[in-house]
């Protein structure tokens, strides 16, 4: 997996859902269903300021790489409320698990896990990324059962690193290969999407 650097951030991120799911349409004028199958995924296209020197470099080796390769980016997130770091060491509580429920432990006594924050769960070589649908408090124990969106698309083994602190999203950058402008300045101008792979 490439590391994207965490400097200079993007200016700009836009995530959208990639859907697994399917509409059932009546054959004679009944109501729509709409299935949910497990499968769906993040993708986030990228805007990066104008950058020039060792910082476009980095970037665009990395990018580069990332042609055969899984790469990973580190979300930025705000707005959250103030309550100090999730946990040192959070990890999945359990093997076997599947749905729209993660269990997870190693999470800071009392700590509030807010609806809309983002998760990450690294296991086999890659980071799954999952959205959090409703407020958890994690117990005494540290231990909490936390409502995600969309549902486990791998069963992740127990103890599979959980990133609440530091979440990113894992993938392919598409389409493949990566292209950039260079202006009369030497500024490096960039975008670039990356989708998750599974």
């Not at 004028?29 to 104008?50: A, E, F, I, N, Y």
């Not at 990018?63 to 790469?71: H, M, P």
Request: charged share 15%; net charge negative; aromatic share 6%.
């Amino acid at each position: 997996m490439i590391i994207l650097p965490s400097t200079p951030g993007p200016v700009e991120t836009r995530f959208s859902l990639v859907s697994a799911a399917n509409d059932l349409n009546a054959a004679f004028g009944g109501p729509t269903q709409r299935l949910g199958r497990r499968g769906s995924r993040w993708s986030c296209d990228v805007k990066m300021p104008p950058m020039v020197g060792e910082d476009a470099r980095l970037w665009l080796s990395r990018l580069v790489r990332g042609e055969a390769n899984v790469v990973a980016m580190a979300i930025v997130e705000t707005g959250l409320p103030a309550q100090g770091p999730a946990g040192n060491d959070i990890r999945v509580d359990g093997a076997g698990q599947l749905g729209s429920t993660l269990a997870i432990k190693g999470v800071t006594p009392s700590y509030q896990i807010v609806e809309g924050k983002w998760l990450s769960v690294a296991f086999d070589g890659r980071a799954y990324l999952y959205m959090v649908t409703e407020d958890v408090t994690a117990d005494a124990a540290g231990e909490a059962a936390v409502k995600i969106a969309p549902m486990l698309r791998a069963s992740p083994p127990d103890n599979a690193v959980v990133s609440l602190n530091s979440p990113v999203i894992s993938g392919f950058v598409t389409p493949a290969g990566i292209g950039w402008s260079i202006d009369t300045a030497n500024h490096y101008g960039l975008e670039f999407t990356i989708q998750e792979v599974a």
